[in-house]
């Protein structure tokens, strides 16, 4: 008989029941509401055990790889341990082994963490400063390629964890992390469909490991980037994305400056607008939207109604937190 | 009539329109092209104003799952509750309307026969008053 791990405990499932009426009969606190697979109010993972297929359906590519399944629609054939998703991150310590202004406001921060840790490029991680206080950053770095986990942290005025780490981290420090979540990151397969990244400030940061990880793996249809910032001196890494436009016919750099007359090489106004004046027609496009959440939100609109599925959009907003 | 025969026949004349329209598949591809429309189109969409369009969108899934005849939860009671703060808002006839016209047109676009629409339509008709708060 099949059977379900659920918080410490396991469920013997019977023939027809799901995960969801499993878990629920056995008064395990999973929320749900339409119970047709269709709400994803039932959204759990399984850390141990494969979903099948059927209960998958609906879930955004980067969600499937990552074993989410709709516990309501779940019948599965072999036993599975499953979690809700807030309850699968786990916790460990890193040890920062550098820190080096990307501007004159962004920080990189370069961590190696004490155990391996299992990630895509693009996910975020929760870094703390004490037990009651963390921040999620994104990960720019690119597991296989890049030996530590790589941070860009925008220093925000009185921002009590990234002014801490602007100005009291020191490397050799350990910190507390948590993580990886996020589903904002590179799925292999249709190698050949066209990507359009848009992100504004140290939004660059996933974008720029979600873009060498296309790359890595092999992505050959046309990848452009639009980064942008109000003046020239938020601009960061342009030298290395320059490079990498070089070195790869398919990827377009695009850096953009709202607030400043554009030099060469730089367009002048905001990089949404500006990606959405060169790309009228988004149908068929994969889409990467990180950084300010009124330009993600915008701009997923925007991308949404000009054609874009709603499968194809990617997106995290910064969202900063100004409760204490 | 063979076995074989006897049972197509009963499934198909005892298939939901769920079923005729290509069940959970016919949804997914119905929803982008009807939340599209229904964002694009400035009767309506001052009601979508700031709200998570990943959730929206799930909710229009559930809302053409219901229309198609599939399965779903929703009772007249939840049609109320979840449509109380658009009708103080203003919500009315016209808008239910409106929507009822981009449902049509989705499904046109995607070819399904006309009876078959006229079916939808006559599901997603008999949830107005409970949306319109009556
Ligand atoms: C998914 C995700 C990924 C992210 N990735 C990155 C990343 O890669 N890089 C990055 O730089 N950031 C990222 N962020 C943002 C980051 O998590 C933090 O929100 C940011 O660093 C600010 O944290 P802080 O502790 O420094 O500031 P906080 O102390 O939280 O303060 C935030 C701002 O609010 C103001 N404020 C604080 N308290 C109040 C109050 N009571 N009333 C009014 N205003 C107040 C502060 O002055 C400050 O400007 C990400 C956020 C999310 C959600
Ligand atoms: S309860 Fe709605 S998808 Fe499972």
Same mark, same amino acid.
């Given at each position: 008989m099949t059977s379900i791990t659920y918080g410490g405990n396991t469920y013997p499932l019977d023939k027809h029941q799901s995960v969801l009426d499993c878990l629920v009969g056995h008064g395990a606190p999973v929320p749900f509401s339409c119970r047709s697979g269709v709400c994803q109010t039932c959204l759990?993972?399984?850390?141990?055990?494969?979903?099948?297929?059927?209960?998958?359906?609906?879930?955004?590519?980067?969600?499937?790889?990552?074993?989410?399944?709709?516990?309501?629609?779940?019948?599965?054939?072999?036993?599975?341990?499953?979690? !809700?998703?807030?309850?699968?991150?786990? &916790?460990?310590?890193?040890?920062?082994?550098a820190l080096e202004p990307l501007n004159g406001e962004i920080m990189h921060v370069s961590l190696e963490c004490h155990a391996p840790l299992e990630y895509r490029a693009g996910q975020f991680i929760n870094l703390f400063r004490d037990p009651t206080l963390g921040r999620s950053y994104s990960l720019a770095s690119v597991p296989g390629h890049d030996e530590h986990l790589h941070l860009h942290v925008r220093r925000l005025p009185q921002g009590r964890v990234s002014g801490w780490i602007h100005e009291e981290l020191r490397a050799g420090q350990t910190v507390e992390i948590r993580g990886p979540s996020g589903d904002c990151f590179y799925v292999p397969g249709?190698?050949?469909?066209?990507?359009? !990244?848009?992100?504004?400030? &140290?939004?660059?940061?996933?974008?720029?490991?979600?873009?060498?990880?296309?790359?890595?793996?092999?992505? &050959?249809?046309?990848?452009? !980037?639009?980064?942008? &910032?109000?003046?020239?001196?938020?601009?960061?890494?342009?030298?290395?994305?320059?490079?990498?436009?070089?070195?790869?016919?398919?990827?377009e750099y695009v850096p953009c400056v709202s607030g400043e007359e554009p030099a060469p090489g730089l367009e002048g106004g905001r990089a949404h607008e500006i990606a959405f004046r060169e790309i009228g027609d988004f149908k068929d496009k994969r889409l990467f939207l990180c950084g300010h959440p009124e330009m993600v939100s915008a701009a997923k609109k925007r991308a949404f109604l000009a054609g874009a599925a709603m499968k194809d959009i990617y997106a995290d907003p910064f969202n900063v937190?100004?409760?204490? | 009539m063979t076995e074989k025969k006897l049972a197509d026949w009963w499934n198909e004349s005892?298939?939901?329109?769920?079923?005729?329209?290509?069940?959970?598949?016919?949804?997914?591809?119905?929803?982008?092209?009807?939340?599209?429309?229904?964002?694009?189109d400035p009767r309506i969409n001052r009601?979508?104003?700031?709200?998570?369009?990943?959730?929206?969108?799930?909710?229009?899934?559930?809302?053409?799952?219901?229309?198609?005849?599939?399965?779903?939860?929703?009772?007249?009671?939840?049609?109320r509750r979840g449509h109380a703060h658009l009708v103080k808002q203003g919500l009315n006839d016209s808008?239910?309307?409106?929507?009822?016209?981009?449902?049509?047109a989705t499904m046109k676009e995607l070819n399904v026969p006309d009876e078959l629409i006229a079916q939808a339509a006559a599901i997603a008709e008999s949830t107005r008053n409970d949306v319109l708060g009556r």
């Open positions: 759990m993972r399984a850390v141990r055990g494969v979903p099948p297929e059927d209960s998958q359906r609906g879930l955004k590519d980067s969600l499937k790889l990552q074993n989410y399944f709709l516990a309501c629609v779940c019948h599965p054939t072999d036993d599975l341990e499953a979690a !809700l998703p807030q309850e699968v991150v786990c &916790s460990l310590p890193a040890t920062v082994t249709r190698p050949e469909q066209e990507m359009v !990244l848009i992100g504004t400030g &140290s939004g660059l940061a996933p974008l720029y490991g979600i873009l060498r990880d296309a790359l890595r793996r092999g992505h &050959s249809g046309p990848i452009r !980037l639009f980064h942008g &910032s109000r003046n020239r001196a938020g601009l960061y890494l342009t030298g290395e994305l320059r490079e990498l436009a070089r070195n790869h016919s398919n990827f937190n100004a409760a204490p | 005892h298939a939901s329109l769920y079923e005729k329209l290509g069940g959970e598949a016919a949804v997914n591809a119905a929803v982008d092209i009807f939340y599209r429309k229904v964002l694009a009601f979508f104003e700031g709200v998570d369009m990943e959730k929206q969108a799930a909710k229009q899934k559930a809302f053409l799952t219901m229309a198609f005849g599939g399965p779903h939860n929703y009772t007249g009671m939840d049609m808008h239910f309307d409106a929507v009822m016209e981009h449902l049509g």
